[in-house]
């Protein structure tokens, strides 16, 4: 009889959580991003910053989509993304493949939404008209623990650069909003169709017709880890009561 009062008891607060962590907040798991061609190297300054060529610092995001954690919410925008330079650590040519290093300090992204769009249910919730100046949806800092990050060529002198690292969520709609959460995450970066060809080293401005950056939770979402407490404690009541 304990066992079973005791069972009963946890299942209904089970009920209480679980149900209070997925009324709530939607918790992002996954951000893609298409983004509009641009330079992603300024040979110049030695830096990997992303630059359109009329030398602007914003960048267009052409799609964007905001995964929800759980499925069944999903989000479409448009936008800009801002990224602060990541200084050329080490750069080299080896092995028919061209590959640098960036250090991490103080490099910051930045993604505001000009739109937002709800895909269940078509609201939509930010446009040029009630947001003129769009929403920040999240500012991030990099925080690799190695503090150098890598971005190299796939193949051997293909013209398609790839690299990931990893990011501290410091403010935003995302961090701080009422709608959706986002945790720190891994950054994929993905620079495919890049000019010039037959790229061999980082020696010039470098230029991806086709790049797109892929945001990925690194944390199980506050939902899941709640369900993960409850089904401890309600193991925990069941051999407390046995």
């Not at 930010?126 to 949806?137: A, R, S």
Request: proline content about 3%.
């Amino acid at each position: 009889m304990k066992c079973k009062k005791a069972v009963q008891k946890t299942w209904i607060i089970l009920f209480i959580f679980s149900s209070a962590a997925f009324a709530g907040l939607k918790y992002v798991d996954v951000v893609d991003l298409d983004l509009g061609g641009c330079y992603f190297f300024d040979n110049a300054a030695q830096q990997f910053r992303l630059f359109t060529a009329a030398g602007g610092s914003e960048v267009t995001i052409d799609i964007g989509s905001l995964h929800i954690a759980g499925g069944g919410w999903d989000y479409s925008f448009t936008g800009k993304i801002i990224v602060t330079p990541s200084d050329l650590y080490y750069k080299n040519s080896s092995g028919q493949r061209a590959h640098a290093f960036f250090t991490n300090s103080d490099a910051t992204l930045t993604i505001v939404a000009s739109t937002l769009t709800d895909k269940q249910t078509a609201e939509e919730i930010v446009n040029p008209t009630t947001n003129p100046e769009g929403v920040v949806l999240l500012t991030a800092v990099m925080n690799d623990e190695e503090g150098v990050w890598l971005v190299s060529e796939t193949g051997d002198y293909d013209n398609h650069f790839y690299g990931y690292t990893h990011y501290a969520i410091t403010g935003g709609e995302l961090k701080d909003g009422s709608l959706l959460r986002m945790l720190d995450f891994r950054a994929v970066w993905d620079f495919d169709a890049c000019l010039p060809t037959n790229i061999s080293r980082f020696d010039q401005d470098l230029y991806s017709g086709m790049p797109s950056l892929e945001l990925i939770a690194e944390i199980p979402e506050p939902a899941t880890m709640l369900m993960l407490g409850l089904s401890s404690m309600l193991v925990f009541a069941m051999r407390k009561a046995a």
